[in-house]
């Protein structure tokens, strides 16, 4: 887009936010909130583009006093890693909440699918797992040890080769995306198939609590990973589909920008994921079941309380 005509497109609102930040009349927060966040992206846009034009040192400024309105003159004094993790994607995570109940309602969905459809037909299983992984599990199980397949390897190697596909694989839910998210909810439909047919299995061989022990070790934070991964993807798509006051390509440019950043935010949660699995899930029958429960429970409620809880608190605490 041309200059002109993207100072055109945007005039009004623009002056609609400087009337907002220099009258003394009270505005909601979620108004500012949205303010706030539509002046940021205008000006990521002609950060871009225009990087030494007027418009980018006008931008600019009426982002630093629209700061300013809501935080009441305080300012950060942190790292920009720390800002980043602590407070931008935080609110990218509110600001796409509508996205975060689509990505889990669909999730939950697909899952309960793979679980019905191997309960009505156990060929359903080693049709989505493959007879090798299927009769190694058997094989498992009746040794009396279920969790034998993650005994293979050497730790640091397991650990690697599991947290570089595990990376990869979330890449791509998020870069899956760009197909107006039609390729995000094929792959969670694939991952989510398997892992409820995956996990039905153990269940007809009555080793729940022995999977549930072992496999949700590092399952608890990979899984809930994946579905914030998948989320960014639908973030992307959204992006095309619905540009609201956009064009197409410059709202595509926004939505991919927002959805790497939830993307890089798993990242951490990935490696921990993966440590764990490379560590200690080979020796979840060796270990205490307080202790198995204590890490499924911890990691669970770390990535939860980071995308599911702490957004909504943040939101709060800066716009309230």
């Known amino acids: 887009m041309r200059e002109v005509a993207f100072i055109k497109h945007n005039k009004e609102q623009w002056l609609e936010f400087e009337n907002a930040i220099y009258s003394n009349t009270y505005h909601k927060p979620d108004y500012l909130a949205d ?6 992206n205008d000006l990521s846009y002609a950060q871009t583009f225009y990087p030494k034009s007027k418009v980018t040192q006008y931008l600019n400024n009426l982002a630093g006093q629209t700061y300013q309105k809501i935080y009441k003159t305080k300012r950060i004094e942190e790292n920009r890693v720390v800002h980043f993790f602590k407070t931008e994607v935080p609110l990218i995570v509110y600001e796409h909440k509508n996205y975060m109940h689509f990505t889990l309602l669909t999730f939950a969905i697909i899952v309960a699918i793979g679980v019905v459809s191997a309960h009505y037909d156990l060929n359903f299983i080693r049709l989505i797992l ?3 992984y299927v009769n190694l599990t058997l094989d498992n199980i009746q040794n009396d040890d279920a969790m034998g397949i993650y005994k293979s390897g050497s730790n640091w190697g397991s650990f690697i080769a599991i947290t570089f596909n595990n990376l990869y694989v979330g890449l791509r839910f998020f870069l899956y995306g760009i197909f107006a998210g039609l390729g995000t909810l094929i792959f969670l439909l694939y991952n989510g198939i398997m892992l409820g047919a995956f996990q039905y299995l153990f269940i007809k061989e009555n080793a729940f609590m022995d999977s549930f022990r072992g496999i949700w070790l590092h399952g608890a934070m990979e ?9 960014a993807g639908f973030i992307l798509g959204g992006s095309i589909l619905f540009p609201k006051t956009f064009s197409r390509i410059n709202s595509l440019k926004i939505g991919f920008k927002n959805g790497l950043k939830i993307f890089v935010a798993t990242v951490p949660f990935t490696i921990f994921a993966g440590f764990i699995e490379g560590f200690v899930t080979r020796y979840a029958k060796e270990m205490p079941d307080v202790l198995n429960y204590i890490i499924i429970f911890g990691t669970l409620f770390l990535i939860i309380y980071y995308f599911f809880i702490y957004p909504r608190k943040v939101y709060k605490k800066m716009f309230a």
């Open 35 to 40: 303010m706030y966040i539509q002046i940021m």
């Open 130 to 132: 493959g007879d090798y």
């Open 223 to 231: 899984i809930t990973g994946m579905v914030v991964e998948a989320f």
